[in-house]
C-alpha cells in the first residue's frame, strides 16, 4: 500500500554505486540542457527566468519520490508553457505580479487535480483526448509558439495569443526591426538547426566514440547561449537595443502558499483542468514509451499523483505548470538514467546553477533562448500524421482539422475543447446510426457473414441481422426501424434472429425499444429471437422481464438458430433442396 | 421531392366525405379539451390566457401542411410552457411585455432551430436525450408544475422555479391562504380527479355506447368550468379574494414578426436548444406510437419540419412554444381522426371559441383552470420507471436521478443538461474499460466462448482474445495493457489472436496502439493475429499500412485461427491429446 503511493520505497532498496554513477552521468547532461531550456521555456510562458529555474528544482525532486517512471524528465515543457501565457494573460498583464500570481495559482489547481485524479485512479479521463487530437494540437500549438519566437529573433513585438493577432502585431511593428538581434537571431538558429543533425557525425567522425560524440552535440546549446552572451557583451550590444536577461536573482526559492483568492481559481479552473490533462497524456505516452524499451512498468494512476505533487511543489517554490517532457526524457534514458534519482541530481544541478551561474547570464540574448525554442518546437510540428489520418479515418481528420484550424485562428483552448467535442460527438453520430448486416451462413461452415458480402445460405421464413454496435441509446430507435424496413422488404418472414456478437451493452432506452419491436412483431405474427449474446447482456436481461415477454428463443450460437428454425419451418428452403 | 415537404400533397388526394367526417368529429372533442388547456398552459408558462389560444390556432393549421402524422396533435403543453417560463422569467419579470416578448421569441427560435435541423436532416440529434433522462425530466417537471399550481389552488404565491424555491415562498406566504379559493380549487381537484375514473363508466351503465361514453368523459373539464365560473359570476366571489381569468381579448391574433434584438437572442439560444429536442422526442415518439398502431410510417425528419414551422407559426401570430401533446394526441386518435385536417378544424374551433367564448370566461376562477393542469400533470408522474431503471442498470438510474434532483432542486435546464452530460460520459467511462473474454472452443463446434463462463478447448501456445468493444481513442490504451497483462501471465504463448466480432470501427487512436502493440509483439517473437474482422473495418485497415506490417495473419473466422495456428504448434495440445 505504502510502496504504491511511495514508489520510491521500490527501487531505493535495490540503489547501488553502478545505478549511483548512472544516473549522475544522466543528470549532467540533462543539467546541461535544462539550463537553457528552462529560461526559454520561462519566456514562452511570459515569465521571469529564474521562475524557469524555480520550476526545475523542487518538482524534479518530489517526482523522485513519487513518480513510477525512471526515465522521464519532468519540468517546464513548451506547449505547457504556450497554456500558462494563454491563461494567465486572459486575468493580468504580463510582467505585472498579478500574472505571475496567476502562473503559479494554475500550476498548484493543476497539481491539486492531477492528486486528486490520481487518488481516486481517474486515469482514463485522459483516454477522451484522442491521437489526432492531441497530435494536432501539438502541430498548432508548435507553430504559435514558433511564431511567438520572431519577437525575440528580430525585436518586433508578436503579441496575442492565436497566429492572427501574432501576424497583425508582426506587421504593425515592422518599425521596431532590429537588425543586430535579427543577426544573433538567425545566426543562433542556423547553427542549432545545423549542430542537431552535423555536430555527432563529425564528432565521431574526429575519432569520439559513440556516447562521447552524443554529449558533445548535446553542448551546442550552451556553447551559443556562451558566444553571443560573449559578443553582445564584449561590443556593449545591449546598448544598441538587443534585448537580454538581464538581471536573473542569484538565490534558491523560497517557499509560500499560493494566493487563495476563490474568483481567480474558478476561472483558472477550466484552463488548469486542460494543463493537467494534456500534460499528463504526455507525461504518461513518454514514460510508458521509455519503461517498455527497459521491460519496465509504470502505474498511470500513481503518475498522475507523480504529476500532481512535483506540480504543487513548483507552485509552493515560485515556479509554474510542469510536465514530463519528450526530449529532454529520452536524453535522460540515452544517458543512461536507471532511477528517478537522476532527476534529483539534475534539480541540484539547476540549483547550482540558479546560486553561481546566474550572474554570468546578464548578457545572454533573448534572440539565442529564441533559437533555442523555435529550433526545439520545430520537432514537434508533424505534417505526416494529418496526411495519413486523412486516409485513414475522415470523423479522426475533422477532429484533428478542427483542433488544428481553432488553434491557430482562435487560440489554444477553444482549438482542443472543440476537438475533443468534435471527436466525441462523431463518435456518437456514427454509433447513432450503426452499421448491420442480413447475414447467412458460409456453406461447409458453422459461420455467418453479410449476404451482400459473401456466398451463403439463408432461409427465406427467418431474417437474420447482426446489428455491429452496442444497443443503447443514441441508437434505440434505429434498429426499431431498420427491423420494420427489412420486414417491409420480406412479407415472407416468420421469424427474426438478432445476432447479437457486436453488441455489448443493451441500455434502458434500448431495452424499451426492444419490448416495442418484440410486441409489434407478435401482433404480426412474427417471433423474435437473439442469438450469440453475450455473457454481461444477458446477466442484465435476465434482471429485466423481457426474457419472459420474448416470443422466441435465446440461442447459443447463430448456427443453433438456423439450424433449429429450419427445422421448424413448414416448408423446404431453397438450400436444402438444391 | 416536393411531397417530401409537403406531406398534405400526399393524404389530400385521397380526401373524400368519409375522412371529413371523421376529422370533424375528432376536432370538435379536442377544441373542447383545449379550450381549457390551452388557458391553463398559458398560466404555466406565466402568460396572458389568450396567448394559450394563439398558440392553439396558426400552429395547427401549418402542421396539417408540413406534418407527417395523422394523428398528433399540436398545441401548447405542460413541460414546453414550464421550460417557457423558466426561460422567460431570467431575462425578464412576469407580466411585462418584455416576458410575453420574450417567451415569442423563444418559439420562433426554436421553430428555426427545429426547421434548420430537419433541412439539414438531423433528427439524430434527439436520440441523445435517452429514456431514463427523458422520464426522469417529465416526472420532475411534472412535480413542479404540479408544486407551481397551489398558487391557483390557494392563493398562495408559489414563485421560482425549483421546488426548494417553491416551497420557500409557499410557507413564508402562507397568509394569503384564501379559504374560497382553496374551496373551489378542492371541489374541481376532486371532481376532475374523480371524472377521470368513474364517469365513463357510470355513462356505460346508464345505457350510452363506448363512443358516446367516451366522449361525454371528456366534458368534464368543461363542466367543472361552467360551474365554476357560473359559482363565482353569481355569488360574486371575485370580490372575496379568488383570483379570476378576467377580461381576454375576444379578436384573432394578428401577425407581427418578433423583436430582433441580438443580446436576447444569443441569452436564449441554449433554452430555446432544449425546448426544441425536448419538444421534439415528445413529438415524435407519441406520432411514432399512434403510426405503429395504423400501420403507418412518419418520417422522423420531416417532423422537425413540421414541428419547426408550427413554432414559428405561433410566434408571428404571438403564440408561445408548442409541441406535439401526449393526451390530446391519443383523444385525438381514438376520436377518429384519420389525417392531419382534423388539426387544421380544431384550429377553426378555437378560433371561434376566442371570438366568441371569451367573454364568457371573465369570470373563470384561476383555481379551476390550476385543478386542471394538477390532474394533467400528476398523470405523467412515473415511480415505476424510477424502479425499472435502478434494477436494470446503475448508470442509467444515475443519469435519472441526477435528471431528477437537480430539475427540482437548481430547475429545469440544469436538470437536463446533467442528465444528458452524465448519461454520456458514463457511456463513454464504460468503454474506456470495455469487456473483455478469453475465448477457446465449445467442444464439438466451431463457435467459441469465454473460458471462464463455458467449457471450452485451448491451444497453450495461443491467446485468442475477444474485445467487446469498438476500438477507439477513450479504450485505445487499455487494449495494449490487457494484452500486456494477460501475456506476463502465460509466458508460453507464441500467438495472440484478437477476435473482432464486437469490433465495429477501429479508429486512427487505436489503429497507432495495434501498430505499438505489433511491433513490441514482433520484438517478443510473439505473432499478432485477427479472426472476424468485420467488412468496413476490414475496408478501413487496409487504407493504412497496418496489414503489411501485421507479424501474423487474417482468419475470416476464429476457428480459423484455431485450426491453422494448432497445425502449425511443434506440440501436441492438450485437447488433441485427449
Same sequence: chains 1, 2.
Avoid at 520550476?55 to 524528465?73: D, E, K
Amino acid at each position: 500500500m505504502l510502496k504504491r503511493y511511495f514508489p520510491i520505497l521500490e527501487w531505493s532498496r535495490e540503489y547501488n554505486r553502478e545505478t549511483l554513477t548512472s544516473d549522475l552521468i544522466a543528470a549532467v547532461i540533462v543539467t546541461i540542457m535544462l539550463i537553457p531550456q528552462s529560461l526559454a521555456y520561462a519566456l514562452i510562458a511570459g515569465l521571469p527566468p529564474e521562475v524557469g529555474l524555480y520550476a526545475s528544482i523542487a518538482p524534479l525532486v518530489i517526482y523522485a519520490i513519487f513518480g513510477t517512471s525512471r526515465a522521464l524528465a519532468v519540468g517546464p515543457v513548451a506547449v505547457a508553457s504556450l497554456l500558462t501565457a494563454a491563461t494567465a494573460g486572459q486575468v493580468a498583464q504580463q510582467g505585472t505580479p498579478e500574472y505571475l500570481a496567476a502562473a503559479i495559482a494554475l500550476a498548484f489547481l493543476s497539481g491539486l487535480m492531477l492528486t486528486v485524479m490520481g487518488i481516486f485512479r481517474l486515469g482514463f479521463l485522459a483516454n477522451f483526448l484522442s491521437h489526432p487530437v492531441i497530435a494536432g494540437f501539438i502541430t498548432a500549438s508548435a507553430i504559435i509558439i514558433a511564431a511567438g519566437q520572431f519577437k525575440n529573433l528580430t525585436g518586433v513585438p508578436v503579441q496575442g495569443h492565436n497566429l492572427r493577432e501574432q501576424i497583425h502585431s508582426f506587421v504593425t511593428n515592422l518599425d521596431k526591426f532590429n537588425v543586430i538581434t535579427a543577426a544573433i537571431g538567425a545566426g543562433a538558429t542556423a547553427f542549432l538547426y545545423w549542430s542537431r543533425r552535423k555536430v555527432k557525425p563529425l564528432l565521431k567522425s574526429l575519432g569520439l566514440g559513440e556516447k562521447l560524440a552524443d554529449t558533445g552535440s548535446r553542448m551546442a546549446p550552451i556553447l551559443s547561449i556562451a558566444v553571443t552572451t560573449g559578443l553582445v557583451w564584449f561590443f556593449g550590444l545591449d546598448q544598441a537595443g538587443v534585448a537580454v536577461v538581464g538581471d536573473i536573482p542569484n538565490k534558491l526559492p523560497e517557499l509560500a502558499l499560493p494566493d487563495f483568492k476563490p474568483d481567480l481559481w474558478m476561472e483558472l479552473a477550466v484552463p488548469a483542468l486542460l494543463i493537467s490533462i494534456v500534460g499528463y497524456v504526455e507525461t504518461v505516452s513518454v514514460a510508458q514509451t521509455l519503461a517498455a524499451k527497459r521491460r519496465q512498468r509504470i502505474d498511470p494512476d500513481q503518475e498522475l499523483i507523480g504529476l500532481g505533487t512535483a506540480n504543487i511543489g513548483s507552485a509552493l517554490s515560485g515556479g509554474f505548470p510542469v510536465t514530463g517532457g519528450f526530449s529532454r526524457s529520452v536524453v535522460n534514458f540515452e544517458a543512461g538514467a536507471q532511477t528517478p534519482a537522476a532527476g534529483a541530481f539534475t534539480a541540484v544541478g539547476i540549483a547550482l546553477a540558479t546560486v553561481f551561474l546566474t550572474p554570468l547570464l546578464f548578457f545572454l540574448p533573448k534572440a539565442t533562448l529564441g533559437a533555442t525554442i523555435l529550433v526545439a518546437v520545430l520537432s514537434l510540428i508533424d505534417f505526416k500524421v494529418i496526411r495519413h489520418t486523412w486516409h485513414y479515418s475522415r470523423a479522426d481528420f475533422a477532429a484533428m482539422a478542427a483542433t488544428i484550424l481553432l488553434t491557430l485562428l482562435v487560440g489554444v483552448e477553444a482549438g482542443i475543447v472543440s476537438g475533443v467535442a468534435l471527436s466525441l460527438f462523431l463518435h456518437l453520430q456514427r454509433t447513432s446510426k450503426p452499421h448491420y448486416a442480413i447475414v447467412g451462413r458460409v456453406p461447409g461452415t458453422e459461420h455467418f457473414r453479410n449476404i451482400l458480402r459473401h456466398d451463403v445460405e439463408t432461409d427465406p421464413q427467418t431474417l437474420s441481422i447482426r446489428i455491429d454496435e452496442s444497443l443503447y441509446f443514441p441508437n434505440a430507435r434505429f434498429i426499431e426501424d431498420t427491423i420494420n424496413d427489412a420486414l417491409a422488404a420480406n412479407p415472407a418472414i416468420r421469424n427474426v434472429v438478432l445476432m447479437c456478437p457486436a453488441v455489448n451493452v443493451i441500455d434502458t432506452s434500448a431495452l424499451e425499444s426492444l419490448e416495442a419491436l418484440n410486441a409489434r412483431l407478435k401482433d404480426e405474427g412474427i417471433r423474435l429471437h437473439m442469438s450469440e449474446v453475450k455473457g454481461p447482456v444477458m446477466d442484465r436481461l435476465e434482471r429485466s422481464d423481457f426474457l419472459n415477454k420474448l416470443t422466441g428463443n435465446i440461442y447459443l450460437s447463430q448456427n443453433d438458430a438456423f439450424e433449429d428454425l429450419r427445422e421448424k419451418s413448414p416448408t423446404p428452403t431453397p438450400v436444402a433442396a438444391a
